[in-house]
């Protein structure tokens, strides 16, 4: 076979699966432009280099990106938001370009068109995923985009856009930790709002938990930083069970304070987990003996008998609280203090079948960190002398 036909066989190859993809509305099935879109980043990543297309690959991104505005299926927008970045990801030796190019039109969709602006982070995503398995961006291209990033979620409201940039920020926080670094206080405190946010939807909390997990390693950098946010967690949850217990008068409606308090308890837990190891454990026992325990038994305090349901959901954020501090901690002290606040939880509290389930889960995992004695004087607590 000729070698200049073999040379040019990829440039057919990407018109064509082009053409499957954009075609007008109707002469192509939803099945067939997923499959192409497929097909399309797998020749893509063959190709290994923009500079193999014998194409200009900017006209690529101009004929797929027109997709986002039209009335196709989401699910084939995804697709090729996937292609765009595999795009992106190719052209790495003019990663600069393709940034720039993208974030004009993150920019150009402006506030109306969320849903564009989100599909061109999804494309970013993908270019990030695709450098995670085999890095190929320089410093300067990660720093760039670093800064986009940190700008975007500092002023954005929508959990759609929020989605795509927790992916990156984790992505770049893994595979490039010194060049976030200098953006790890900023980006959480960002994703904290989110995270304590009770009307989000849980796809938002579980990625915002998630994303929060992943820093682990600046965590651990961070201690004081960590510490910093504990305090300010436990001021606010206990500053709403204080509102509700005394009724106070506030914007705030008494259910709603006491789901806030349990989402702030909750994200306490989360970053105490994040804290949480070997070399920490002596650093932080002190701490969670001191500054957080009896904040925890103040919540407890204040919420046990409190007739609202949301009082039971503060209740088991303790549960999980204490739970966290007995595994990062690991002193007899903790695990003593932590014992006799579940159990009065317990004993006390009016809790639905599942918060009941969870804190009894709290409760097992105590039990076996108890020596035989404290476990028999707490039992018979529980259930009366024999």
């Known amino acids: 076979m000729n070698s200049n036909f073999m040379t040019q066989l990829p440039q057919y190859q990407l018109k064509s699966l082009v053409k499957q993809i954009t075609h007008e509305k109707g002469a192509v099935t939803k099945e067939q432009r997923l499959n192409a879109c497929e097909q399309l980043q ?30 196709i299926s989401y699910d084939v927008k995804k697709a090729v938001a996937a292609c765009i970045g595999t795009i992106g990801y190719i052209m790495a030796y003019k990663f600069k370009d393709f940034l720039t190019w993208l974030m004009e039109n993150v920019r150009r969709a402006g506030e109306k068109q969320e849903d564009v602006k989100a599909l061109y982070l999804r494309s970013l995503s993908t270019t990030f995923d695709l450098d995670k398995r085999q890095r ?27 989605l795509p940039l927790l992916d990156i920020s ?7 930790p010194i060049i976030f670094k200098p953006s790890f206080e900023d980006i959480v405190d960002v ?5 304590v946010d009770i009307e989000q939807p849980s796809e938002v909390f579980e990625q915002c938990e998630s994303t929060i997990k992943s820093f682990r390693r600046f965590w651990l950098q961070n201690i004081s930083v960590g510490k ?6 436990l001021d606010d949850a206990e500053g709403y069970v204080e509102e509700v217990r005394e009724s106070k008068k506030t914007d705030t409606a008494p259910e709603d304070a006491l789901l806030k308090s349990a989402a702030l308890l909750r994200a306490l837990t989360t970053i105490l987990v994040a804290m949480g190891s070997d070399l920490t454990a002596i650093q932080l026992m002190q701490f969670i003996d001191e500054a ?22 503060v209740l088991a954020a303790v549960a999980e609280c204490v739970g966290a501090a007995i595994e990062v901690s690991r002193s007899t002290s903790t695990v003593q203090s932590g014992f006799d ?45 024999s």
Request: hydrophobic letters at 45%; one cysteine or more.
């Open 42 to 71: 797998k020749v893509l990543l063959e190709l290994h280099d923009s500079r193999n297309m014998n194409c200009d690959p900017r006209s690529m991104l101009f004929e797929l990106d027109v997709l986002f505005c039209t009335r």
């Open 136 to 162: 190929r961006l320089d410093d300067e291209s990660i720093s760039a985009t670093m800064t986009e990033v940190r700008t975007i979620m500092e002023t954005n409201d929508y959990a759609s856009i929020l």
């Open 170 to 176: 984790s992505t770049i926080a893994d595979v490039y």
């Open 191 to 195: 994703i904290i709002g989110w995270y």
């Open 228 to 233: 910093e946010l504990l305090k300010h967690f």
């Open 292 to 313: 957080i325990l009896p904040r925890l038994v103040r919540c407890v305090d204040g919420t046990i008998n409190v007739t609202y349901l949301e009082a039971a959901d």
């Open 341 to 385: 606040l579940i159990v009065r939880i317990l004993l006390e509290a009016q809790l639905s079948p599942s918060n009941l389930v969870a804190v009894i889960q709290f409760f097992t995992k105590m039990i076996e960190k108890l020596p035989a004695e404290a476990i028999a004087s707490q039992m018979e607590r529980m259930i009366g002398p």
